[in-house]
């Protein structure tokens, strides 16, 4: 089942965002490794109604943001450009609990929040990704994202680079 997050599951979420940290850090993935996502990132997501979470027999084990204003990282992007100039929303903190993970809780997380996304009238997500996180890139390009250029995160000086997905929503 998939629901908005409270701020009871705070904790239940970092664990889950521990568990990815983790599991990115030993595939050899920079993601994630300096400080972010932090609370703050999840209790700001919390106050502004975007975190969702996928809980199974009263186990939170997945986690996604779905952020329905424009993203000041994606005004620019390079080696590319985005599919079409709409309105958006975009996906971020994705992260599933390590014992299910390879379990396709992450499609179905992608899902649900293509469909509120649709149902809310807005037919375009934009997602990014670090070049070395595979199991992300794969996520996106089976589920019909397109590689559409490079962009440069603004909230950190180091490791920013960022490939940046788009994916056109039909009803």
């Excluded at 904790?11 to 940290?21: Q, Y």
């Excluded at 100039?85 to 499609?107: C, D």
């Excluded at 997500?125 to 199991?135: A, M, R």
């Amino acid at each position: 089942m998939i629901r908005k997050a409270e701020y009871k599951d705070l904790d239940s979420i970092l664990e889950i965002v521990e568990d990815a940290r983790n599991f990115l850090k030993s595939s050899g993935s920079k993601q994630w490794q300096e400080q972010y996502p932090a609370r703050e990132d999840f209790f700001y997501d919390l106050e502004n109604d975007y975190l969702y979470v996928c809980e199974e027999e009263g186990i939170l084990i997945g986690t996604a943001s779905l952020v329905r204003e424009k993203d000041e990282n994606y005004d620019e992007i390079f080696s590319g450009k985005w599919l079409n100039e709409e309105p958006y929303y975009s996906v971020h903190r994705i992260a599933v609990r390590k014992e299910v993970r390879g379990l396709g809780i992450s499609k179905i997380l992608l899902q649900y929040l293509e469909t509120l996304t649709l149902n809310s009238g807005v037919r375009n997500i934009k997602v990014d990704t670090t070049e070395e996180n595979i199991i992300m890139k794969k996520l996106l390009e089976n589920n019909g994202y397109e590689k559409c250029g490079v962009i440069y995160l603004k909230r950190t000086e180091t490791y920013n680079k960022r490939l940046a997905y788009q994916k056109i929503l039909n009803a």
